[in-house]
């Protein structure tokens, strides 16, 4: 990827505008920002599951959690998202996650158990800053029609399934937890009901 193509690509992330709802254990906001929940000190002490209301989330939304002290997001990726996973791969350090931490069940085309559901810790692969989301879509024909994450601390770039570009500092795409859906619309994030 040229240099003009990563500017371009990051002017276009940063325009990015997608509402985000968030909620845990609760019902989620309706509001465009991203809640932060701590759960309780003894949860995390012992570092446990995370259990999370994911019934609201809007398709194209995130949320974000915490769990192990650290990020986790949540995004219901629409079907023009999810298309661009495959225009995006030859740009791809590792595109096929062989090198990238995530459960077997997420080691595929869309890193993740259902397509349309993405879980990811949000800490970058670089040196640990939280990416940024950036749902956009592009202008129909734009030469770059990225949706992802981009870390603004050294400006990694990662596609909507958080594998990272060629030529970013960052060298790993980023991590998936484990986690399964539990009855009602919730998700459980560090469990998958194997060694958690
Ligand atoms: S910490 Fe993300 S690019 Fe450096």
Redesign the pocket.
Known sequence: MSDGEVDLGRRRMLTAATVVTAGVGAAALAAPFVLSFKPSARAKAVGAPVKVDISKLELGGMLRVEWRGKPVYIVRRSAQALDTLQKVTPELFDPDSDQSDQPEYAKNATRSRDPELLVLLGV?T????A?EFRPQVGSPGAANELVGFL?A????MFDIAGRVFKSM??AANLEVPRYRSIAGGWLLIGADGGVS
Do not use: E, K, T
């Open positions: 970058c670089h040196l640990g800053c990416p870390c601390c050294h400006g990694s500092p960052a």
